[in-house]
């Protein structure tokens, strides 16, 4: 069984087609998906959609796009929305230098919110980070020498430095398609040499689907590909990357009962 510990299924480009996406997912191996809220109405809405289906569960977070208009100065709010049982994660949180969409102190403080609802309630927190790999290691660092928390950077695209301190920290990498893409060498020379039993898989979907698909809609299904190419670029069979990526998965999303 694969699993896609990271996927956008309430966003409105699956509005039409919901029961297909998840279908195919099925048919492609695809037995577990977890969907990703962004903001404090997505938590609702990602909520809604894993009640739906019972191989699908969510999130509760902020992603840091939002942090200007809905990101959190405490884990109270965060804490309350987890306590529905098919909340497995607190995220997506972090910090986007790229975009810069909401000022970075704002960004800083909500992750840091994030953080503590993830010691609060045992569940993993789900890092996004873009250009702003310093940062990011620091505030990981900080809160790791404040008290342990679980949790992992999804849809890994920084350097080699970031992911070595992320192993150092306990905390997982997950592998997204931007892995398959032909000027990636540098991201996948780094996922080399990252340990297996912290790596998991994901789509992100709809966004960065991998090659072959690249440039269409991503969906769940596609995270076979991402598998595949992780398999070459390790030197590994395809069954034991399913099988690793899997147990990991279930490690650290230890609210999920293992069919």
Known sequence: ??????????????ADDLDEVVARAGEAGVGMMVTIATSIEGCGSARRVAERFPNIYCSVGVHPHEAKTDGQKSSDLLVRLAKHDKTVGIGETGLDYYYEHSPRGDQQVSFRAHIEAAR?????????TRDADEDTAAILSEEMKRAPFSGLIHCFSSGPKLAEIAVEL???????GIATFKPAEELRQTLATVPMERLL???????????????????PAYVVHTAAALAELRGQPVNEIETSTTDN??????????P
């Not at 306990?170 to 997204?176: A, C, K, P, Q, T």
């Not at 979907?205 to 991503?218: E, I, S, T």
């Not at 998965?249 to 293992?258: A, I």
């Open 120 to 128: 609060e309630t045992g569940l993993p927190v789900i890092v996004h």
């Open 1 to 14: 069984m694969l699993v896609d510990s990271h996927c956008h299924l309430d966003f409105a480009t699956f």
């Open 201 to 219: 898989i994901e789509t992100d979907a709809p966004y960065l689907a991998p090659v072959p698909n690249r440039g269409k809609r991503n969906e």
């Open 249 to 258: 998965f279930f490690k650290l999303f230890n609210r999920v009962e293992r």
């Open 170 to 176: 306990g905390l997982y990498i997950s592998v997204s």
